[in-house]
């Protein structure tokens, strides 16, 4: 059980220091900040949460920080909620965790009462999502047990907004559309608010002395790879680690669409077998949800023989070249006739469409092992994904009861858990350095590992994940110019899932045991 919370005096200095970003409120469309209201204040609250025999007392931390060159006059204020252990001694030895999730456009709900919180959304044990009305209960594995953890929306999503001071235009300025704010939604200048939110953060809760770690999810992987060695050079700010939750790391390594880039098709065909044995298709069928040795096997084939193959196609006898498909297909559970058609360019839509097609069901994208039912199963293509369309509506309702009902932050502004406008609207353009291309993370990451010798990296993902593929994460890492030393310091965690594979109560704790060997390394 939750301790009850107890809502703790006012103190003059926190009113003082979150005076100026209170002077704007969010109006209920989710637009930029207008009129004043007072209940959105910075909100502390005290709970415990039982840990077996042990007991986990906190405190949180509720509210925003001003985003700009001048925090006096803020371009932005984003929301945050920040936990800290009231019992583990010294506060400013424990490691503090910035986490976000991702999109661009989402908000950090989904890490925040998913995974590393002391509460979560309590949902069955395979990690479906439940039905409404959501239910909150204490997380045994929340990271809390090891490091204090801040949740950072960025700007435009959750209850994070651009200030308008001129008057009029915010809502097409919050929604990235157009104005000079929109500039927030752009990969460069977002990533420089969230250094501005750190540097601002650590000074102003005093935690500049703690060992400090950036933890995101999905684009958010993206963010945390790339702000090591930006938070370095603009910010003056040293990272002792990153969490990687299935993480993008390389764009060009996303669009399945290239024909011509044959490296999105082999670092996703892994995810595709295994998620083809998980239903009892395919060379994998028996595996279960944990492939486990056979993992070795099928990125073996994709190295050895499928991606020497696609790029020798041109070249291959033709009984060669069926021998390929054939085998590829194998591992699929799809026709060979299908897979040689395509010429072995299996995306994860035709494969999620086609695999129980026979059974009238389609399979996610977000999380391959959830079905639904096929509601156009006559046609060729269909864009939905049974395990993403309600994602967002049961975290929504979660976290907007959690932080009026539970904590005691109050507004009448909505709480934006996906901000689709966002994406549709992000500026990759400018880029990191504006050269063309797709943007990556890799070097970054390198950089970081290369000139921290003390540096950890973990990087975790969802077997079933049919978006962001375990594989395109391990080949991205063993193609890195580094010394077998930097090299280990990178860990791989594969856990049965998707995307999200932490709605899973045993893939959840398996990261959280990862976490805290990964926090312990900290320590050393």
Known sequence: MTGRRRPLPPLAAVLLLFLLPLLAAAAEDGGTVGEPASSERTVVTE??????????????????LPIGEDPAQPQARMFFVAYDRRDAGDPTARPITFLFNGGPGAASVFLHLGAAGPRRLAGPDDGELPSPPARLEDNPATWLRFTDLVFVDPVGTGYSRTVDRQGGGGKAKAEGRKGKDADFFEVGADLDSIGRFLRLYLTRYDRWASPRVVAGESYGGFRAAVLPRRLLERFDIALNGVVLVSPVLEFALLRGA???NLLPWATLAPSLAVTAGFHGRGRLAGVGEDPGPRIGEVEGFVLDRLLPGLARLGRLPPAERDALFADYAD???????????KRGRVDGRSFAKR???SEGRILGLYDGRLTAVDPLPDRVAYRGDPSFLRVAAPFAEAVVRYLREEIGFRTDRRYRVLAR???HHWDYGKALGGGQGFIGASDDLAFALATMPDFEVLIAHGYHDLVTPWFASRYLVEQMPLPAEALRRVRFVTLPGGHMFYLRDASRRSLTEALAAFYARLAD
């Open 355 to 357: 695999l129980l097609a």
């Open 47 to 64: 709970a415990s949460l039982a840990l077996g025999e042990e007991t986990l007392s906190y405190r949180t931390t509720a509210g925003f």
């Open 421 to 423: 406008e966002l994406a």
């Open 331 to 341: 591992y699929l559970g799809l026709p060979a006739e299908m897979v040689a058609r």
């Open 258 to 260: 290239e024909r011509y």
